[in-house]
């Protein structure tokens, strides 16, 4: 058995999650890059609304793909690349969540597609402050330059499961996965005439209401905890999410009850202070990972990174990271 995959790395235009403007492909043979691929690309027809949040993170503007193929006629090309293989990304229920949505939106089948999550991998392979791609591909010797360039991500992202696997004395995906504890996921396969996933049926319900933003005024209200809702006892135990003990500090561009929500719906358990039991904190205030390394930290971060220097394990999210994990950017806000 050889360590064989693809690794896959999807920019998207706006809170939808098949609204794909960016796709970057890595195929590994044997544990080495083969092949690579990357295209720009304009999202599913009445998806293709550019959000400035997105924008802000990946750099691409609508005049960027003004020549570029629709996701949907590069799909069948996209999924020949992929063929049988095992599909490998940082947090890889959203990027396989991205071919099932712009699928749905165009009306296109889609076969089912098994996929590994390096963000679950590396949370039990390092220990890292952060498990941002950034913070993984350097532990992997393998540093990113240009962050959230599709190919870029893509390329680190394999050059991570490699090391990984490396690490465990295996060769092969699935042994280095039993070895992590780290389970496949499976996005379910799709034809025209089944059911829409929630995703779609929230964008649908999206794009009718005329694409509401969050007010401007929402960033300069203290933000209120809410309750912390249980965990959905149907979440996908594979999600990234899922297990995790969450807390949340500073702004985020949607009212903290509904990212508690969105947290719970995959499986975390929510709470309203950095506690022992914490796993996990999200960022908000156009946090980056970068902003570790320069002391730009709120005082929950802090309380965090004194519990990491005792020996706990707490990993620091931005709010861009875990609004990936959750599928969007709050569509129904």
């Known amino acids: 058995m050889a360590l064989d995959f693809t690794a896959v790395d ?12 960016s796709v970057g492909l890595v195929k590994v043979r044997s544990g080495k890059i083969v092949e690579t ?23 691409i503007t609508p005049d960027m793909v003004i020549d570029a193929p629709r996701v949907t006629e590069k799909l069948p090309e996209l999924l020949d690349f992929i063929g049988p293989d095992v599909l490998v990304a940082h947090n890889s229920a959203f990027d396989s969540g991205v071919i099932r ?8 089948p889609v076969p089912e597609i098994a996929h590994l999550c390096t963000v679950k991998l590396s949370r ?17 010797g393998h540093p990113i330059e240009n962050h959230h360039e599709a190919l ?19 060769d092969s995906l ?27 049926r929230d964008a649908q319900g999206w794009l009718a209401s005329g694409h509401p933003l969050p007010p401007q005024d929402a960033f300069n209200n203290w933000p209120q905890e ?24 500073g702004n985020l561009a949607l009212p903290r009850p509904q990212a508690k929500e969105l947290a719970a719906e995959h499986g975390a358990q929510t709470a309203s202070r950095v506690t022992r039991a914490t796993t996990a904190l999200v960022v908000g205030d156009g946090f980056v990972p970068q902003d570790l390394a320069n002391g730009r930290l709120t005082n929950k971060a802090k309380h965090v990174l004194r519990l990491r220097e005792k020996g706990q394990k707490v990993s620091i999210i931005s709010e861009g990271e875990f609004m990936q994990m959750v599928g969007g950017f709050g569509l129904t806000a």
């Open 10 to 21: 999807f920019e998207t235009a706006n809170g939808f999650i098949g609204s794909a403007c």
């Open 101 to 108: 949505a712009a699928s749905e939106a165009s009306e296109i």
């Open 174 to 200: 699935l042994e280095t996965a039993d070895h992590y504890g780290v389970r496949l996921g499976l996005t379910q396969a799709w034809q025209p005439g089944d059911e829409h996933s929630r995703a779609t």
């Open 124 to 140: 039990k392979a390092y220990d890292l402050p952060s498990y941002s791609l950034p913070f993984v591909a350097e532990e992997a």
């Open 226 to 249: 809410g309750p912390n809702p249980s965990p959905n006892p149907e979440a996908d135990p594979g999600h990234p999410l899922y297990g995790q003990i969450m807390v949340f500090t």
């Open 152 to 170: 870029a991500d893509s390329t680190a992202c394999a050059w991570a499961m490699i090391d990984m696997a490396q690490r465990s004395g295996f």
């Open 37 to 59: 691929e990357q295209w720009l690309l304009k999202p599913p027809v009445g998806f293709d609304h550019f959000d400035p949040r997105n924008v802000s993170i990946h750099h």
